[in-house]
């Protein structure tokens, strides 16, 4: 047992011996750590009071010039340094003299220092600096995090920082207008209102780089956040539409819901352009829906007019199927005195031709000329489409009549389904002297209105009408196709001109247009009756050698 406890009582000096030299470096350590802190308190509080004194950069890089800069110190000073002026002073010295590389907390620490005294200028100078040092989304974000943070730490009052909207505008001074609306949303997403003043900033510069689809969804997203637009707002929107080319047709609609020729507000213009472009994104039922919440909150600011807003509610839930709705809707408008309008009518008539109920569509039509209300251009480009399609021709051929009367040119597509329609059945003649008429009034045909009158005159075989048509597509610059090369191939073999035919087989070629399997057999099979038997062998290998 003695054995034992003097083997204890041995082993036990290394232990204690050990216990000693830990608990002196630990406490060697904390002094160190102590000694540091405190090092670096007497530099903040020196740099701070050399920096309040006003002290030149010399003075104070003799001083300090040996003290190794971090973040953590200089986040430190600009903290404690109440005058804004010599925070800035720190902020550049510490950059230039000490050569730090600020990071974009201590940017962010500068400017709400700056911004919370009211020295805007010098906020938005490293503002434009942050910014062009920060463009990728990722790095946007850590900005705007690092603003939400070091506002609260800084201690800017108020609900509406200042600070954000210097940092939007800064983004859209320096032209990175994608960047400047993604800053706008995600300040949004982090509680913060934007003001109106930056949506026009960015609007502005968007607007002024040409870039008008970016100014609509911009508008879009300030109209859907409840931030309702000024005077400023609705300039630049005009200047977008006249770029775009769209001011004079979208007025000519609001003159046709309003009944009359007549001067409109800027809100009225813009709004209702809104719509129109959120509806001509096509048929998505959350675009639609949208579309009608806008219109619903445009209301109720009397930004749109009311019998503007109600027609644009009802085209919307015609454009969504909603055929019963939108006609409750619109009985419900006249009821309380709105007067009915071309534009509803002819909303209601494009989707009955759409869904082929063209007998009620032409109830509207009538219903509209007994109400005084005269139809336009798209009126009756929706009767002709829906006449054509379901085989009315003489009715089809009344409202193209109605339309030139009136002064109206048909659409192209309006006009080249009526052509297709009628060539199918035999009618190319009046088809042709449609065209000729409609040329004439400066109308200008699609290469598939002139594919279809090839095509019937190729079905009568009468070459020289079929070989005009040809060549005034040539003098239009219009690029015959497959199609149009394959039907004037064909009559030509029926008509025993093979050479002519080979002819347009060269020149199809010449254009990089391969012929298909229906040329290669005509050609092949007139040649055989010609007993032009090597030649057809030619044809039947290179058909074979395309693998047709």
């Excluded at 406490?27 to 802190?37: D, E, I, M, N, P």
């Excluded at 001074?173 to 913060?192: I, M, N, P, S």
């Excluded at 030139?404 to 597509?413: E, I, R, Y």
Aim: charged residues 25%; contains cysteine; neutral net charge.
């Amino acid at each position: 047992m003695i054995h034992c406890s003097h083997q204890m009582s041995s082993n036990s000096k290394p232990l204690k011996l050990l216990s000693r030299l830990s608990f002196r470096r630990t406490h060697s350590q904390t002094a160190l750590t102590t000694k540091s802190k405190h090092d670096d308190d007497n530099v903040v509080a020196a740099l701070c009071d050399w920096f309040r004194r006003g002290r030149n950069w010399d003075a104070v890089s003799r001083k300090f010039g040996s003290v190794e800069l971090n973040e953590s110190l200089v986040e430190r000073v600009l903290l404690e340094l109440k005058d804004a002026k010599a925070a800035l002073g720190f902020f550049h010295w510490s950059a230039k003299t000490n050569r730090f590389q600020h990071g974009v907390r201590s940017y962010c620490i500068a400017i709400n220092v700056l911004v919370r005294a009211g020295l805007v200028t010098d906020a938005r100078a490293l503002l434009e600096s942050l910014a062009n040092k920060n463009s990728e989304p990722r790095a946007v974000r850590a900005v705007v995090d690092s603003m939400v943070e070091t506002y609260e730490v800084v201690g800017v009052s108020g609900s509406h920082p200042p600070v954000f909207d210097l940092l939007i505008q800064s983004y859209a001074k320096l032209r990175l207008t994608d960047v400047a609306f993604a800053v706008c949303r995600y300040v949004e997403e982090r509680g913060f209102r934007v003001s109106l003043a930056s949506f026009n900033a960015l609007l502005h510069v968007a607007q002024r780089s040409n870039r008008c689809e970016l100014v609509w969804e911009v508008y879009e997203h300030m109209v859907g956040e409840r931030n309702y637009p000024n005077t400023v707002t609705f300039r630049i929107m005009i200047d977008a539409l006249c770029k775009e080319g769209l001011l004079q047709r979208n007025v000519d609609t609001l003159d046709r819901i309003m009944g009359k020729r007549s001067s409109h507000s800027p809100s009225a213009i813009v709004n209702s352009s809104l719509i129109f472009r959120m509806l001509d994104k096509g048929h998505v039922e959350r675009v639609v829906v949208m579309a009608v919440t806008l219109l619903k909150r445009l209301l109720q600011q009397n930004l749109i007019p009311d019998s503007v807003g109600y027609s644009l509610i009802v085209h919307a839930k015609i454009r969504l199927g909603n055929f019963d709705s939108a006609w409750e809707l619109y009985e419900e408008m006249v009821h309380r005195g709105f007067s009915a309008n071309s534009f509803v009518y002819t909303s209601f008539i494009g989707a009955l031709c759409g869904e082929g109920q063209i007998e009620e569509a032409i109830g509207l039509m009538r219903e509209m000329q007994v109400r005084d209300l005269k139809p336009y251009g798209e009126t009756l480009d929706h009767l002709i489409i829906g006449c054509a399609n379901s085989g009315r021709f003489e009715e089809c051929l009344s409202f193209f009549d109605e339309m030139l009367s009136a002064g109206f040119v048909p659409s192209c597509l309006s006009f080249e389904k009526m052509v297709e329609k009628l060539c199918e059945n035999g009618d190319v003649k009046q088809a042709n002297v449609m065209l000729t008429v409609l040329l004439d009034k400066g109308f200008l045909p699609s290469d598939a209105t002139y594919s279809h009158l090839v095509h019937g005159y190729a079905r009568k075989d009468e070459v020289q009408e079929m070989l005009k048509l040809y060549y005034e597509m040539e003098f239009r610059s219009l690029c015959p196709g497959l199609s149009v090369f394959s039907s004037i191939i064909q009559c030509l073999c029926r008509c025993g001109k093979l050479e002519d035919a080979e002819k347009f087989l060269r020149i199809m070629k010449g254009r990089l247009l391969t012929p298909n399997v229906t040329i290669y057999k005509t050609l092949t099979n007139g040649h055989v009756q010609k007993g032009n038997d090597a030649r057809a062998l030619q044809l039947r290998n290179e058909m074979a050698s395309l693998e047709l």
